[in-house]
Nanobody, 122 residues
Framework: QVQLVESGGGLVQAGGSLRLSCAAS????????MGWFRQAPGKEREFVAA????????YYADSVKGRFTISRDNAKNTVYLQMNSLKPEDTAVYYCAAGWDIASTAARYGYWGQGTQVTVSS
């Protein structure tokens, strides 16, 4: 079992920045690929970014490429999502997830946090 707890969400104006954190506990954090997903009201959960176990490779949805950065600190059992140049369409609940393979499909991740709300005002 891996327990995941997100933090860092909030209300920000368009063009602003936020940094989300996801703290993991339980099994060895470095054994897992980590991902960030988001879900806006009335929409399906969508892939945002993922990072390999060692942190040497990262992957992004086209909608956030160049604006968001995923990183991890295996010594702190934490994965981060730095979000810059935020847009109103980035408004959603953001979830971190742990899995075994890099994937953009939510079903490929076995463990999920409770989510943190990000609201971007225009």
């Amino acid at each position: 079992q891996v327990q995941l707890v997100e933090s860092g969400g909030g209300l920000v104006q368009a063009g602003g920045s936020l940094r989300l954190s996801c703290a993991a506990s339980g099994r060895t954090f470095s054994n897992y690929v980590m991902g960030w997903f988001r879900q806006a009201p009335g929409k399906e959960r969508e892939f945002v970014a993922a990072i390999r176990r060692s942190g040497d490779s990262t992957y992004y949805a086209d909608s956030v490429k160049g604006r968001f950065t995923i990183s991890r600190d295996n010594a702190k059992n934490t994965v981060y999502l730095q979000m810059n140049s935020l847009k109103p369409e980035d408004t959603a609940v953001y979830y971190c997830a742990a899995g075994w393979d890099i994937a953009s499909t939510a079903a490929r991740y076995g463990y999920w946090g409770q989510g943190t709300q990000v609201t971007v005002s225009s």
